[in-house]
């Protein structure tokens, strides 16, 4: 049978370097491949000019570096740009561009589907299909910054510049696949890597404190958003049922004790939902709960097109009401525009390729095979 070959877009640094030297070449090699990867963006062995060339023919014998082409591609109004791409399997993932006037932010998937089952989130309904590796997680980012690259060239210009900020956001729940999600940070921040500065990546969780705590002891100085959602235990469960294994006063004594630098602050995203978590008295619980943690508060209203249809977004004023009452207790609270919602692509719509198939029987098979695999136990 032959040889597998090693996707050299699953290896850190360090894993270059041991893999080189077991090809009998001497450590830098594997630096030197880490750069034509990344920073020259080089997919084929034949144009990494300062390697020997028998060095090249064992590479290509022995490995390759995989990546996404042809993503599918949906512009929103908004200037939000949805990317859907296939992986070997069949199965598809999204990423969302955002651009901004003075950032511009890739929000990248971790897993197919999510096992965490929030109840007002499309990609929950679909349940858990598999992790993604690391080469998946990282190609969602070489693909959109090939992307961006061709685009300035291109005819039909976009207002997006370059990734500034990478936010784990998409679809799957980032902490639940820590053996891959750990390498890929490490890939992205390394110099000679996609190097991006660790304070310009985010890594959201709907709470998972053991795996917080470990991603605060193994990484430095990466951002974490925490869903919240809720400022009682009853409601919060009810909207996310991970909540019934780390309830809401374990969840805040996690997030006190993530290793923040000194003006670094964790981000705090609350979903207002008309009639169950908006209302003056769960600001105020709000705010004496967060009392003692540096942490900014997003505020987002539902987006109808994710999760349950009994779910509704609270009409404007309400969601100002809310943002006073946090703001008068010296709470640092930004109200977020959805982006990309006629694309669906803004938060807790991403579902995978159900959005893509072109009939509805397609549509069918599609969500079906992703819901033949059963969710993980939280
Ligand atoms: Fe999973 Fe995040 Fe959706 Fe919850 S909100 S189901 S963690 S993708």
Redesign the pocket.
């Known amino acids: 049978m032959a040889e597998e070959k090693t996707d050299l877009k699953n290896l850190t640094q360090d894993e270059l370097v041991e893999f080189v030297e077991s090809l009998d070449q001497p450590a830098f090699r594997g630096r030197q491949l880490l750069a034509w990867i990344y920073k020259a963006g080089i997919t084929d062995f034949a144009q990494m000019s300062d390697l020997a060339k028998e060095f090249r023919l064992v590479l290509a014998e022995h490995a390759r570096m995989s990546s996404f082409n042809g993503p599918l591609i949906e512009v929103s109004r908004d200037g939000s740009v949805k990317f859907g791409f296939s992986l070997d399997d069949g199965y598809m993932i999204e990423s969302v561009l955002i651009p901004e006037e003075d950032r511009c932010t890739l929000c990248v998937s971790s ?1 197919v ?6 109840h ?6 679909m349940g858990f299909t598999r992790n993604l590796n690391r080469a998946e997680i990282i190609n969602q980012v070489c693909a959109v910054r090939d992307w961006l690259l061709a685009e300035k060239t291109s005819a039909e210009k976009t207002s997006a510049k370059k990734i500034s900020n990478i936010v784990f ?5 980032p902490l ?1 696949n820590m053996d891959n999600l750990l390498p890929a940070l490490a890939i992205l921040t390394e110099q000679r890597g996609l190097n991006i500065s660790p304070r310009r990546i985010t890594v ?3 709470g998972l404190v053991p795996q917080m705590l470990e991603l605060g002891s193994q990484t430095n100085n990466i951002n974490l958003a925490v ?1 919240l959602h809720a400022a009682d235990d009853a409601t919060r469960s009810r909207l ?1 049922p ?1 909540n019934q294994r780390y309830p809401i006063t374990e969840l805040l004594d996690a997030c006190r004790n993530y290793p923040q630098k000194k003006r670094q602050r964790i981000m705090f995203e609350y979903t207002l939902l008309a009639g169950i978590n908006d209302s003056d008295e769960t600001a105020r619980k709000l705010a004496e709960l967060l009392s003692d943690i540096p942490c900014k508060i997003n505020l987002l209203s539902m987006n109808e097109g994710g999760g349950e249809k009994e779910f509704r977004s609270p009409p404007h004023d309400r969601v100002l009401r809310f943002q006073k009452i946090l703001r008068d207790a010296n709470y640092s609270v930004f109200i977020r525009q959805s982006r990309g919602a006629d694309i669906s692509a803004a ?2 719509q ?1 579902a995978s390729s159900a959005d893509y198939a072109d009939d509805a029987d397609k549509k069918q098979e599609k969500k079906d095979k992703q819901k033949m695999h059963p969710s993980f136990a939280i």
Do not use: H, P, Y
């Not at 007002?120 to 309904?125: E, R, S, V």
């Not at 956001?169 to 729940?173: H, L, Q, R, T």
């Open positions: 897993q589907g999510c096992a965490m089952g929030c007002f989130c499309l990609t929950g309904d956001m998409g679809m799957g729940e639940a959201s969780t709907c869903s996310m991970v938060c807790g991403l």
